[in-house]
């Protein structure tokens, strides 16, 4: 059984940090589609960042680009998203999701794709 667990999540003022972790259990593959996904209130899901285990290829929605930082600790089997300079729009909950069938990502962040294994999630409160 696959679990993720999210944490690090909280409340932080604009232009401020946090660092989510998401430390996986149970993994019956070595190569996985790992993921970051947000969802705000009222809006559909989106994905923020990938990495393809395999090879370390990672990918990142526009809107993050340059502020956000995945990254993983095979070591640890944890997951993480470094975030910098946070907006206000920022603010959802924040999911990581597993999946061991999609050969690097697909090359970026999959749309309409639902991954294999999620974690129950951490809010990020961001203020201006």
């Known amino acids: 059984q696959v679990q993720l667990v999210e944490s690090g999540g909280g409340s932080v003022q604009a232009g401020g940090s946090l660092r989510l972790s998401c430390a996986t259990y149970g993994y019956t593959y070595s190569i996985y589609c790992m993921g970051w996904f947000r969802q705000a209130p009222g809006k559909e899901r989106e994905g923020v960042a990938t990495?393809?285990?395999?090879?370390?290829?990672?990918y990142y929605a526009d809107s993050v680009k340059g502020r956000f930082t995945i990254s993983q600790d095979n070591a640890k089997n944890t997951l993480y998203l470094q975030m910098n300079s946070l907006k206000p729009e920022d603010t959802a909950m924040y999911y990581c999701?597993?999946?061991?069938?999609?050969?690097?990502?697909?090359?970026?962040?999959?749309?309409?794709?639902?991954?294999?294994?999620w974690g129950q999630g951490t809010q990020v409160t961001v203020s201006s």
């Open positions: 990495i393809y285990t395999g090879g370390g290829s990672t």
């Open positions: 999701a597993a999946d061991p069938r999609v050969f690097d990502c697909g090359g970026g962040i999959l749309t309409g794709y639902e991954y294999r294994y």
